[in-house]
């Protein structure tokens, strides 16, 4: 096989994965909370061939003698836009907006026997039942525990109306008494590039150790969040429709042009077989 074979064929492998994050992104313009995903390219390593040996070459040259042939390119990596998306008024007293970047709910999820902090910005919340009590929690759309002050937050059965309010306490109403039932528990990310998307419209935290960081750096609680906070809201995905068609289309040719690459390569190595001295 060709260098220019390998080179397209390697290329159009990073494509396909390019073309599964654009899909991924217009699959989830109408998530609540989604953030988009990028990718970004890096060159493979490339190898300088010296075949400029006339002495004319190298009269008033700037740039290295010969031609830079590279390997393709590949995918470096694939980061989460986490700029805000618009906030549309839903009227329902369990969803909520967060109004500044950087600012996530904390969810605990169970996997695998192992229990982990999460963050989203979805702040679609439900009550579900925990035991024959009657006792509510609530959770995200997936079942999970949403976070508060004190952990998980539990309220008792029997009350006629509930509301989070704007600084985020959840307000219950028994009799005609209100009385707060707990608090949501958003933190500030400082460095919202360093999470990980963990499925589910979820992010996660890496290893901060291995980075260099403590956890305390990163992740801080502010010490009100009121104002920062919308009820009865919800932030839509920050997913831009013409944009992510642009990209489309782009890689899309960018793939032709690789495979067009190849076979224009085969059709040449079949002549030069045929020829004869």
């Known amino acids: 096989m060709s260098r220019s074979m390998i080179q397209a064929a390697v290329t159009m492998g990073q494509l396909q994965q390019k073309l599964d994050t654009i899909g991924h992104n217009l699959a989830n313009s109408q998530t609540t909370g989604y953030k988009s995903r990028q990718a970004e390219f890096s060159s493979l390593l490339f190898q300088q061939i010296e075949n400029l040996n006339h002495p004319a070459n190298g009269t008033g040259r700037l740039t290295p003698d010969g031609i830079r042939i590279g390997s393709g390119a590949r995918l470096g990596a694939i980061n989460s836009n986490m700029n805000a998306g618009n906030i549309v008024t839903t009227d329902r007293m369990l969803d909520t907006a967060l109004l500044r970047e950087n600012y ?21 919340f439900y009550l579900s039942p925990i035991n024959d009590n009657g006792d509510l929690m609530l959770v995200t759309k ?39 039932a707990g608090s949501l528990a958003v933190v500030e990310v400082t460095r919202p590039r360093i999470l990980e998307a963990a499925g589910n419209n979820m ?32 932030e839509q995905s920050n997913v831009d429709i013409a944009e992510q068609m642009s990209e489309l289309i782009l890689t899309q040719r960018s793939y032709q042009f690789n495979a067009r690459t190849i076979s224009t390569s085969d059709q040449m190595m079949g002549l030069i077989n045929q020829l004869r001295t």
């Open 104 to 124: 996530f709910y904390q969810i605990q999820v169970t996997e695998n026997n192992v229990t982990e902090i999460r963050y989203t910005r979805d702040g679609a």
């Open 142 to 180: 997936d079942g999970h525990p949403v976070l508060g002050a004190n952990g998980p937050i539990v309220i008792e059965p029997g009350f006629d109306s509930i509301q989070i309010q704007n600084n985020g306490q959840i307000i219950v109403s028994r009799n005609g008494q209100t009385e707060t």
């Open 203 to 234: 992010f996660r935290l890496p290893d901060l150790a291995a980075l260099g960081y403590a956890f305390g750096e990163i992740v801080q609680a502010p010490a009100n969040i009121d104002g920062m906070l919308k009820s009865g809201a919800l």
